[in-house]
């Protein structure tokens, strides 16, 4: 899509850091890190969130660069939190299907925060 941010990023048309690469996925650092290491993986084809619709093949590609971008960043051993927001009361504000990996520093158990 034209004007969607990570189709951009995908592209090349906007800069971003990229830390991996493949055919069907680039993985590049978020430019509002929540944690050490946050980056996001998504793939060069457009598709707004998860669906049924999803080719299988899209989400193993994105999930197979997973420890792709955890050993990149050096978080093999320490472990990670891998999120995906999908749709609204999720938060979702980039509607370019994206998976977080986060890492870096000792997370609390807790994995929802709702709003009052
Ligand atoms: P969401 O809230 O949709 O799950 O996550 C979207 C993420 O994209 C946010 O963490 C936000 O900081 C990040 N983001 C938004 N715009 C840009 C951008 O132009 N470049 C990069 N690298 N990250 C972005
Ligand atoms: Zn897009």
């Known amino acids: 899509m034209e004007r969607c941010i990570f189709c951009m990023v995908a592209r090349g048309d906007l800069e971003a850091t990229k830390v991996y690469e493949n055919d069907d996925v680039v993985a590049f650092d978020d430019i509002a890190p929540q944690a050490p290491v946050h980056t996001l993986i998504v793939p060069k084809t457009h598709y707004d969130s998860m669906s049924s619709d999803l080719p299988l093949t899209t989400m193993a590609a994105l999930f197979e660069a997973v420890p792709h971008v955890a ?9 990670y939190r891998v999120i995906v927001n999908n749709g ?4 979702q504000t ?12 000792r997370m ?8 009052e």
């Open 88 to 91: 609204m009361d999720a938060n």
């Open 71 to 79: 050993k990149i960043k050096g978080l093999e051993k320490s472990g």
């Open 94 to 105: 980039v509607q370019h299907l994206h998976v977080h990996v986060l890492g870096g520093k």
């Open 108 to 115: 609390s158990h807790g994995m929802v925060n709702f709003e």
